[in-house]
């Protein structure tokens, strides 16, 4: 069974710095497409960022330029480095495991607060 554990979430000043951890087990983890998903009170999941198993990544327009994600196939663990963030980035942070036969594999979610 594919387990995903967030870490790192926490309450930050905007213009500060966060990162974001997801340690994986149960599963090959050079093997799926890893990313980050957001949800703010009262809207939909949406996208962050995401990795491929080969080292490509896609980002929302919204975070591009100050958000990274990078993954560490040896310590099995994908991070999302946050910085210059906005009191529009506050949400629960989800990370996902997305392998080829389309089962997906989800953390149970960090809380990220950013006040102005």
């Known amino acids: 069974q594919v387990q995903l554990v967030e870490s790192g979430g926490g309450s930050v000043q905007a213009d500060e710095s966060l990162r974001l951890s997801c340690a994986v087990s149960?599963?090959?983890?050079?093997?799926?497409?890893m990313g980050w998903y957001r949800q703010a009170t009262g809207k939909q999941r949406e996208l962050v960022a995401t990795?491929?198993?080969?080292?490509?990544?896609t980002y929302a327009d919204s975070v591009k330029g100050r958000f990274t994600i990078t993954r560490d196939n040896a310590k099995k663990t994908v991070y999302l480095q946050m910085n210059s963030l906005k009191p529009e980035d506050t949400a629960v942070y989800y990370c996902?495991?997305?392998?080829?036969?389309?089962?997906?594999?989800w953390g149970q979610g960090t809380q990220v607060t950013v006040s102005s």
């Open positions: 996902n495991a997305r392998f080829l036969n389309g089962y997906d594999a």
């Open positions: 149960g599963t090959i983890f050079t093997r799926p497409t």
């Open positions: 990795v491929t198993s080969g080292g490509d990544t």
